[in-house]
């Protein structure tokens, strides 16, 4: 006999679900194609580096991520102006610029600067024109020795460094467990009073 407590079955099984599944059956298919537009990507860009424009060093949101680096969406105009780079030479030379974002700190607005000089120091300019080369492009022999590399001067979260030092004979000579049992009663004594008053 069947159980007609139970809920009785009422599948809907006409709903055409082959229609509605997503299959990942092109997964390695799309992962080769990937491969081969960023190959095409670089030979494009060439000899400029394939990972895009340099990006400027920010701190993570929030008071829990804060003390996380990463790499932000473009540089200040104040990050560009202490570098003696103009936003508009800027966007031309592979620099990310971001108009919206501000300068909260000393030590990131540093950091960016002296990014951004390093990057000057290491860039090589070539002519639009060949034929009317500007004051500013760098020489034939340099730009020879370019060579496009995938990624530079990443981002990297910097090493965390643990001091060390010798405990002091005046600590070894204390007793801590007893100093904080003592801390402990003086807590109770001093709410035992207040838990007192409260009950009056």
Not at 68 to 89: D, N, P, V, W
Not at 156 to 161: C, F, L, N
Request: aromatic content about 6%; glycine content about 4%; hydrophobic content about 30%.
């Amino acid at each position: 006999m069947p159980n007609y407590k139970l809920t009785l079955p009422n599948v809907h099984f006409h709903k055409d679900w082959k229609t509605r599944v997503k299959t990942w059956f092109d997964q390695p298919a799309r992962k080769t194609r990937r491969k081969q537009n960023r190959i095409k990507k670089a030979i494009k860009v060439a000899p400029r580096p394939a990972s895009g424009s340099l990006r400027p060093i920010v701190h993570c949101q929030t008071q829990r991520y804060n003390m996380r680096i990463k790499s932000g969406r473009g540089f200040t105009h104040r990050e560009l102006k202490m570098a003696g780079i103009s936003r508009h030479q800027a966007m031309g030379i592979g620099i990310a610029v971001d108009k919206r974002r501000k300068n909260r700190s000393a030590q990131t607005l540093k950091e960016n600067v002296e990014r951004l000089r390093e990057y000057k120091e290491k860039l090589i300019l070539f002519p639009r024109r060949r034929k009317n080369p500007n004051k500013q492009d760098s020489k034939r022999e340099l730009q020879k020795q370019a060579k496009q590399v995938k990624t530079y001067m990443k981002v990297r979260y910097p090493e965390r460094v643990i001091e060390t030092r010798v405990i002091p004979q005046e600590l070894r000579e204390r007793d801590l467990a007893k100093e904080r049992r003592d801390k402990i009663e003086k807590t109770k004594q001093r709410l035992i009073k207040i838990r007192q008053g409260k009950k009056k």
